[in-house]
């Protein structure tokens, strides 16, 4: 997404320059809440494995930095984000009332609302109001594109939210953090009241994130979930990096500038979009920040990957939950960075240019709740040479 680079430029650039913090003799605190490192060992040097995740419960749970080791490179950073110890800095020095600089250190947890949402700027300026089943929503406005461009609202209203009964334990080869965001509802900007339960698990082979909506209001609610990671290419020659999205459509947008939809879903058939293919497509020098849907699952999983060939380096983003309906990716020419964003729905969901279709957004009933789960993997991408 725009906002990722637009936040801070040089986020994935400043990744190299700090290393993966080792455990902190002082506790790094960020939203007045410190900074949960979950650790384990590496355990067989020969394959790729996890090694650490960073998780700021004063953020929305965010997730600041993933580290693992891979055979013949040592530790890496998974995520394109400065870490910890960067990030406090970050946000005291640059953030906004609406917490955007989240977009910038790690990776956000984007609710009740991922992507864009358009609608009728208010007399202020400062927030849209759109409609979902005959109910009004007013959302707040985010900096978007040309000064004189259209501002929609941006990626939810979590991103300040702070998480409370926090608790670490160890697991079978690792260990994972749980917590509990009470949202209510968002601020006043939402129907009902909601609670977030977030479980973020670290093994060797994976790195599980879990997320549940629960209803605890007595309204109905309209309900979406994203995430927004920027992932590392260690090579840094993004040009050779292939990716492997298994969706069969691409949203249609307006254009880049705004990256609003039309409405359409187009064939991704003998196009740019087309990353179907196993092993994955190169990115080449294309700009990409799309939408893709119609995706296929097999065995209950739908599978992303991120290959950089020059590094031997690859990265599952598996998606478990059969609410994501859709994957963004945000992959901007020169930056070493690919953004993959698993989500609920497509862009703009309340959005009356998609008609009567279902565009993803569950509905929650009191006392009814959704989840969504991402598994994190890595590999070595010469496995993949049949």
């Known amino acids: 997404m725009k906002l990722f680079l637009r936040t801070l430029a040089l986020v994935p650039v400043m990744a190299c320059l700090f290393p993966p913090l080792a455990k902190a003799q002082t506790a790094i605190e960020i939203g007045g809440q410190s900074v949960v490192t979950l650790h384990r060992p590496v355990i067989n040097k020969g394959v790729p494995e996890f090694t650490s995740v960073e998780v700021a419960p004063g953020r929305g749970m965010e997730i600041l930095q993933i580290t693992g080791n ?20 970050m946000i005291a020095q640059h953030d906004d009332p609406n917490g955007l600089m989240s977009l910038g250190i790690g990776a956000a947890f984007l609710i009740p609302y991922p992507n864009r949402v358009r609608g009728k700027l208010t007399a ?35 991103f300040k939210a702070r998480a409370n009964d926090v608790q670490v334990k160890s697991i079978p080869d690792g260990e994972q953090v749980t917590g509990v965001i009470h949202a209510g509802d968002f601020g006043g900007h939402w129907l009902s009241k909601t609670d ?12 599980d994130i879990m997320v549940d909506a629960h209803n605890v209001g007595d309204v109905a609610e309209p309900m979406a979930i994203g995430w927004h990671p920027g992932f590392t290419l260690p090579s840094g020659d993004r040009t050779q990096v292939r990716v492997h999205i298994p969706g069969s459509g ?17 064939p991704v058939d003998g196009t740019q979009y087309d990353f179907r293919a196993r092993g994955g497509v190169p990115l080449g020098r294309n700009f990409y920040d799309d939408n893709w ?16 060939p020059a590094a031997n380096y690859g990265l599952n983003v598996e998606a478990l939950s059969p609410a994501i309906k859709t994957i963004q990716m945000y992959a901007p020419p020169a930056v070493p960075m690919v953004a993959v964003e698993p989500q609920f729905n497509f862009v703009d969901p309340f959005g009356k240019e998609w008609g009567a279709m279902d565009t993803g957004t569950v509905t929650l009933e009191p006392g009814q709740s959704t989840t969504w789960h991402v598994r994190l993997g890595l590999f070595d991408p010469r496995s993949l040479i049949e």
């Open 250 to 266: 691409v949203a249609e947008v307006e254009n880049y500038d705004n990256g609003f939809p039309t409405g359409k879903i187009k």
């Open 70 to 89: 891979f055979p013949g490179k040592g530790s890496i950073n998974v995520l394109a984000s400065p870490g910890s110890a960067a990030a406090a800095k």
């Open 124 to 158: 202020d300026g400062q927030s849209i109001t759109t409609e979902w089943q005959g109910h009004t929503l007013t959302l707040p406005v985010s900096p978007w594109g040309k000064p004189d461009a259209e501002r929609p609202a941006v990626h939810g209203l979590i």
């Open 293 to 308: 849907s119609k995706l296929e699952w097999k065995s209950g999983h739908a599978i992303v990957q991120v290959i950089d």
């Open 196 to 207: 977030l339960e977030f479980t973020i698990r670290l093994t060797g082979d994976a790195v």
